[in-house]
């Protein structure tokens, strides 16, 4: 039998030490047996996706996880776009954006609120009043993807090298759409600033006076009166996750962003709903994940539940999610442990502090492989702070999948060459010998 690997990609799982929980970080306080007896079972280390103190968001430290270089990366508005199920031609930029609170102080645009509560009434009605248009040869469009959230996807000559214009924090000015120093000769970039900045200046202009905006000032709630945008992106083209590590892939996740990834990397995927226990959550993509063994040689079940619980900046409550996720974990994961041909990386793709003004940050997280003949530690314990001492040291980055590939008794031995490309894994998918 082929062997497999499963990685539980826990998001967001690393933090900071607090005070309130007796200096230890939310991972350390919480109370989590069954991940400590894997950390006893397995191999461990500390892993970060590019290098420690850079503060990677989920979508660029998974591609890094998943064994890609970042110059192929797309930008994250293009990925949620293809996880949202909407079409991009090659040369067509897609841009996050979402609904916010503005205020006006002279000339300048202020954030007043970023995450702004509106019934479904009222998003539908805000929704339609945003009409595609064309400004200077290039058609821009709003997609709805939930909730006040979607996607603006520009067509013609345009370019994705542009700044955003969303500051994230309350009261801060609105950012100038600007083109990126690596492309001042880009002559597109700049017909794309200048059209995006008229295309948000006409919402603002038509949503001042909306009638969904003016009964919320006679309720004393903020108008919700603008579009703020990040990270622009545009299609590449890779090669396939199959193509590239010989593995055939899939993700059990929820999120557009993961099923972006996952379509742009050529991974199939599952995408479940998250409910209030994290820890049913894992364990139902867990006893999903051993439903389909027999299809995929590479599972990533992924939870997001650490990520919220720490943008939410109260350590206890990660803490909690952390210990839900320990307990679904424990009753759903011993079928892949207990199968010699399984091995299982539990690890996350980042850190997330609890506290603080920062949405990720920089310092790495624990990595634990369990598996017929990894180096067993005397690590005994899954947190930031034991995991450094054990055997696997510090992976940064692609090395991950290259770890992969070598427990599953595949990696290639430097110097042969089986295919033209010269591919990680062995055997390559080589042009058989004839007569």
Known sequence: ?????????????????????????PLQAAKTPYLD?????GVNGLYHASFPGDALPSENAHFSIFGYDMKDFPGRGALEAIGAGISLCPSDIAILAHFACLRRKEKILILENGKPKAGAGEIEELVDSVSDININDINISFKRTHGLYGIIVLKGDVSPYITDT???????PLIEPQVLDSAKKDINAYKTCDALKTYLINIYSNLLNHPVNTFRQKKGEFPINGLVTQR????????CFYKKYGLKGVSLSSGLIYQGLASYIGMDFKIFNDCADPGLDICERIVHGQSILDKYDFIHIHTKAPDETAHSKDPFAKKKAIESLDRGISKALSPFIDDPEVYVIVTADHSTPSSGPLIHSGEPVPITICGHGVRVDNVNKFDEISAAAGALGFIRGRELMYLVLNYLDMIKLKGLMDMPC????????????TL
Request: aromatic share 8%; glycine share 8%; charged share 30%.
């Open 232 to 239: 622009a992106g545009r299609l590449k083209i890779v090669k």
């Open 37 to 41: 007896k894997l950390a006893k079972e």
């Open 1 to 25: 039998m082929k062997k497999k690997c499963v990685l539980l990609l826990l998001d967001g799982l690393g933090d900071r030490s607090y005070s309130e929980l007796s200096n230890q970080t």
């Open 422 to 433: 010269d591919q990680a894994f062995w055997h390559g998918h080589y042009k058989p010998f």
């Open 166 to 172: 969303d500051p994230i924090t309350s009261d801060m």
